[in-house]
């Protein structure tokens, strides 16, 4: 058995490969670019060549329009609070740089914490907030704190920055 799935499935590599075969001339005779060597490499090359010319521009493109923020606090504690409580705080986030900034997206690490980030863009100098919903499921069994993390992306250098939310369960 392993014997004739072995033959088949070479049968199908071998097919496969004869129907790409590309040709060129070479004189009067017709020679595949599998004979030829492959040499097929001067399209590559401008393809290639192509793709990072693209690259580059949009990494341009990007780079021109990248800022910096920075935040009122880094981690706000709630202190103690009753599991399955509602709590909010919010995270002040100033626009530190020269170009508008974008919140492109916000994210928790856990389920019980529910960040929300500014719809609009930020301009140069100017403030706004990212607001955080968190709502425990359970005491802490051992009564140290927890802590949950809100990632924030966005268009600065570095592209990520965290603040955390940090509470004793009871």
């Known amino acids: 058995m392993k014997k004739t799935v072995l033959i088949f499935s070479s049968l199908l590599l071998l097919a496969s490969c004869a129907g790409n075969e590309k040709t060129t001339t070479a004189g009067d005779d017709v020679v595949?670019?599998?004979?030829?060597?492959?040499?097929?490499?001067?399209?590559?090359?401008?393809?290639?060549?192509?793709?990072e010319k693209q690259n580059e521009l949009e990494e341009?493109?990007?780079?021109?329009?990248?800022?910096?923020?920075?935040?009122?606090?880094?981690?706000?504690?709630?202190g103690k609070v009753k599991s399955g409580s509602e709590n909010s705080c919010v995270f002040k986030v100033t626009n530190t740089g020269t170009k508008?900034?974008?919140?492109?997206?916000v994210s928790a690490s856990c389920g019980c914490?529910?960040?929300?980030k500014p719809e609009k863009p930020i301009p140069p100098g100017k403030?706004?907030?990212?607001?955080?919903?968190?709502?425990?499921?359970?005491?802490?069994?051992?009564?140290?704190a927890t802590e949950k993390t809100v990632t924030i992306e966005a268009n600065t250098d570095p592209k990520v920055a965290v603040v955390k939310v940090r509470a004793i369960i009871i």
């Open 113 to 116: 914490t529910t960040p929300k």
């Open 100 to 105: 508008p900034l974008v919140i492109d997206r």
């Open 32 to 51: 595949s670019a599998v004979e030829a060597g492959g040499d097929n490499s001067a399209a590559y090359k401008k393809e290639m060549a192509e793709l």
């Open 127 to 144: 403030s706004d907030v990212i607001e955080v919903g968190f709502k425990p499921n359970g005491p802490n069994p051992d009564g140290k």
């Open 60 to 78: 341009k493109a990007a780079l021109e329009n990248v800022t910096t923020m920075s935040f009122d606090k880094e981690v706000h504690d709630f």
